[in-house]
């Protein structure tokens, strides 16, 4: 016990220590408790959290997928639910509520609604990443304006991309991370494939 107690021993000055085995707990109990914490660190973030941060949280023997697949069943029949986004897990509403979630003050964020040219840029920009705003208007077949493009960063779905490889070496543009989650998209190979017309 004092060898244990020695190895946990923290290095900095004499803070708790984290104990993320639980050793002392039967292991129903420490299982619960690690499921506990992986829903304590979701909650309290509001991007998804990668596997390796979860996994800080429990002991090492631990399987964070099988936690996750216990929390999941045990949000079976709840208005939100455990999903895998952009390379990790968040919660989220299930889509079935969505409608009583904007009606209650408004709480939709109306920042995400698009007009059809931010929409159609946000595509563009999506499936033919990194791309100038020369490459946007070979798409267009017009110059897409600086405003459209600003609002699409502000709402942090776009954001600059490599140099491109024109004369003057203008900012090209890539989506984020936020728009991954706005999409529900586990990565870019989730886009939906592309129908090219023959024309």
Known sequence: MNVAAKKRKPSNEGGAVFDRELDELPQELRWREWMGRIEAVLFASATPVGRDDLARV???????????????????????????????????????????????????????????????????????????????????????????????????????????????????FVTTETFLVTFDLQSLRDLPELELSDT
Do not use: N
């Open 58 to 172: 429990v002991g090492q023997g631990a399987s964070v997928e099988m936690l996750i697949d216990d929390i999941q069943a045990e949000l079976t029949g709840r208005p939100y639910e455990l999903a895998q986004v952009a390379g990790g897990w968040m919660f989220r509403t299930r889509p079935q509520f969505a409608e009583a979630v904007k009606a209650a003050a408004d709480l939709g964020d109306q920042s995400l609604a698009f007009t059809e040219m931010e929409m159609g840029v946000l595509c563009a920009i999506a499936y033919h990443q990194p791309i100038d705003r020369a490459g946007l208007k070979d798409i267009f077949g017009k110059e897409v304006s600086r405003d459209l493009l600003a609002r699409l960063r502000y709402k942090d779905l776009i954001t600059s991309g490599p140099r491109a490889p024109r004369p003057g070496a203008p900012h090209t």
